[in-house]
């Protein structure tokens, strides 16, 4: 793996639970100490396995363009698209949300516009809620840097969850679950 440094978060006997941040490949793994080494054995990093929900190249006309598919909308100010690039919209399949509740359920998509990720103006996503959504919906999107879920300012406007975002990356909306409280109402 090139020595590139894991975070172990916990050792059982059984396995061992790490971060492993963006950028990590696969190869053998060596646990590191004061007086020696372990080879621990091989990790294998398999990519987020993908749907290809939408596709269509668009191209910048000095306006504002507004990109619709069956679930998700995406619009871009005037001028922040540069040149004509194509556009992907893709579902993440069984997204692994780990600094988030184990409450917490939801659908997880990526964006993308082939190699432009950052924009100088705010971009809206509109993610359209399905009927059997329950919960306030929350939207994140994954931090490389950090190998995080972060959230994004969004808000609900008929049925439609609204995500404001200055890149894209993927994305994951999640709902909080049930609220499950005591007889006193706490």
């Given at each position: 793996?090139?020595?590139?440094?894991?975070?172990?978060?916990?050792?059982?006997?059984?396995?061992?639970?790490l971060?492993?941040?963006?950028?990590?490949?696969?190869?053998?793994?060596?646990?590191?100490?004061?007086?020696?080494?372990?080879?621990?054995?091989?990790?294998?990093?398999?990519?987020?396995?993908?749907?290809?929900?939408?596709?269509?190249?668009?191209?910048?006309?000095?306006?504002?363009?507004?990109?619709?598919?069956?679930?998700?909308?995406?619009?871009?100010?005037?001028?922040?698209?540069?040149?004509?690039?194509?556009?992907?919209?893709?579902?993440?399949?069984e997204?692994?949300?780990?600094?988030?509740?184990?409450?917490?359920?939801?659908?997880?998509?990526?964006i993308?516009?082939?190699?432009?990720?950052?924009?100088?103006?705010?971009?809206?996503?509109?993610?359209?809620?399905?009927?059997?959504?329950?919960?306030?919906?929350?939207?994140?999107?994954?931090?490389?840097?950090?190998?995080?879920?972060?959230?994004?300012?969004?808000?609900?406007?008929n049925?439609?969850?609204?995500?404001?975002?200055?890149?894209l990356?993927?994305?994951?909306?999640?709902?909080?679950?049930?609220?499950?409280?005591?007889?006193?109402?706490?």
């Amino acid at each position: 793996m090139n020595d590139q440094e894991l975070i172990i978060n916990a050792v059982t006997d059984t396995s061992i639970d790490l971060l492993i941040t963006h950028g990590v490949s696969s190869g053998e793994v060596k646990l590191n100490f004061i007086d020696g080494e372990i080879i621990a054995g091989y990790l294998e990093i398999k990519a987020q396995e993908k749907i290809l929900l939408h596709e269509e190249v668009i191209e910048s006309t000095g306006e504002q363009v507004i990109v619709e598919s069956d679930e998700i909308d995406i619009i871009f100010p005037e001028n922040v698209v540069e040149g004509r690039k194509t556009l992907k919209i893709e579902s993440l399949l069984e997204p692994n949300p780990i600094n988030l509740p184990l409450s917490v359920t939801g659908e997880a998509f990526s964006i993308t516009l082939e190699d432009q990720h950052k924009f100088e103006g705010m971009l809206t996503i509109k993610y359209r809620m399905p009927p059997e959504s329950f919960g306030e919906p929350s939207a994140a999107y994954f931090n490389e840097a950090s190998s995080l879920w972060e959230t994004l300012p969004s808000e609900v406007i008929n049925g439609e969850l609204l995500i404001y975002t200055n890149h894209l990356t993927d994305f994951f909306v999640f709902y909080w679950g049930e609220a499950i409280y005591s007889d006193d109402g706490y």
